[in-house]
């Protein structure tokens, strides 16, 4: 870490998934603010940690991306809570890849929530459309 140039971070869904798992939808909802701003402190400390490591280190943390697919129950709803989910993410110095086009694609999900070799693909293009926006460039030989 103390040698890195560029950490990417891409959690969180974890934290999401398990209370969906503990207590259904119903507790997910009850229990989401809570649960997001306990993210939130986590990121800042995990940010600070980094940080503290290697104070020129770029950062970039993936936005959280919907799997679900369009047909599915709660669709709508996901979209919103991944939405506000995603609010809690960056500092200051944070890039953040914004990777809701993979939700998009069908075809490129391992399972319901993992993306296989074709979505690691498009995560992969994000990041570096996130980082040339910034005019940041990674040469070919690299990526």
């Known amino acids: 870490l103390a040698q890195a140039d560029v950490v990417l971070l891409n959690i969180g869904g974890n934290d999401l998934?398990?209370?969906?798992?503990?207590?259904?939808?119903?507790?997910?909802?009850?229990?989401?603010?809570?649960?997001?701003?306990?993210?939130?402190?986590?990121?800042?400390?995990?940010?600070?940690?980094?940080?503290?490591n290697n104070k020129h280190v770029l950062i970039v943390q993936n936005s959280l991306y919907n799997s679900m697919k369009k047909e599915a129950q709660y669709f709508g709803f996901t979209n919103l809570l991944f939405h506000i989910w995603n609010s809690a993410i960056g500092s200051n110095g944070i890039l953040v890849t914004n990777t809701r086009k993979?939700?998009?694609?069908p075809s490129i999900w391992l399972d319901s929530i993992h993306p296989?070799?074709?979505?690691?693909?498009?995560?992969?293009q994000l990041l570096?459309?996130?980082?040339?926006?910034?005019?940041?460039?990674?040469?070919?030989?690299r990526q």
């Open 116 to 124: 296989n070799e074709e979505g690691y693909a498009i995560m992969h």
């Open 17 to 52: 998934l398990r209370q969906y798992r503990e207590g259904g939808v119903s507790e997910l909802i009850r229990q989401f603010v809570p649960l997001k701003r306990k993210y939130r402190h986590n990121l800042l400390d995990i940010y600070g940690a980094i940080q503290q």
């Open 102 to 105: 993979m939700g998009k694609v």
């Open 128 to 141: 570096l459309e996130t980082l040339q926006t910034t005019g940041i460039t990674i040469a070919k030989e």
